[in-house]
């Protein structure tokens, strides 16, 4: 079935005999390939290269295959393996912008800028919903280079409620995928937001926004995951 497709999409330019005879198939098994009707994978990967190929063109074709998958998964609720978007993205000839590999880094300490006290002290079961979020980020490895990923999960349901991504560690970062959880879940004033020490989080930037929104900043033990473990523990598949 590869050789069909293969002659499909390279009958514009070569004679179909022509292929049919290099790749040792026969015309009629071709026409009768292309004449049946499309099986229920084939018309699922058309609707989701639909959906990649809308994605890749409003990051304005600099997105890969994580940050795809990525928004895929965490923005439009779509559940698909990573392999699969990027096999899609390559038979699509969709491809990101290519960056250099660098250290992997997502916490980086602000030493002159407060940080808040520990409000949750890893008690991570709220009695209701948008009551305590937790907030991390994290990275997603590819050819491109490391794609960063800020989230923020409701403890109660365990499920991401804002999310960015970007490919750098500033602070917009984190305030992207923050803007994203208040648009969406609208909490009443009062709700801590628990993260550890990066310097994203101890921003001034970052301090007014939680200020402006009514949310109480909480802050984990310095090197001491656990003080964040639900955080620690997300990993986007």
């Known amino acids: 079935m590869s050789c069909f497709r293969l002659i499909e999409a390279e009958r514009a330019s070569f004679s179909v005999p022509l292929m049919c005879r290099l790749l040792g198939v026969s015309r009629s098994g071709y026409y009768a390939w292309r ?7 084939d018309r699922a990967d058309a609707e989701l290269t639909e959906r990649i190929k809308a994605i890749h063109e409003r990051s304005k074709g600099t997105y890969g295959a994580p940050r795809v998958h990525a928004e895929l998964r965490l923005g439009e609720g779509v559940r ?14 969709l491809r990101g912008c290519c960056r250099g590999r660098r250290e992997r880094t997502t916490t980086r300490r602000g030493e002159r800028l407060p940080f808040a006290p520990d409000l949750v002290e890893r008690n991570f079961t709220p009695r209701a919903p948008d009551r305590i979020w937790v907030a991390d980020i994290t990275y997603l490895g590819s050819w491109e280079g490391w794609t960063y990923l800020a989230f923020v999960l409701d403890a109660y349901s365990r499920k991401v409620v804002g999310w960015s991504m970007a490919n750098h560690l500033r602070a917009e970062i984190v305030i992207d995928a923050l803007n994203m959880a208040l648009w969406r879940r609208d909490p009443a004033p009062g709700l801590i937001h628990h993260s550890d020490h990066g310097s994203q989080y101890t921003s001034v930037e970052f301090g007014r926004r939680l200020k402006a929104a009514g949310l109480l900043p909480s802050m984990d033990s310095v090197s001491d995951a656990y003080d964040n473990a639900l955080a620690e523990s997300f990993t986007p598949a």
């Open 80 to 93: 698909c393996s990573r392999k699969r978007a990027a096999r899609l993205m390559r038979r699509a000839g």
């Open 35 to 41: 004449d049946r009707a499309p099986s229920r994978r």
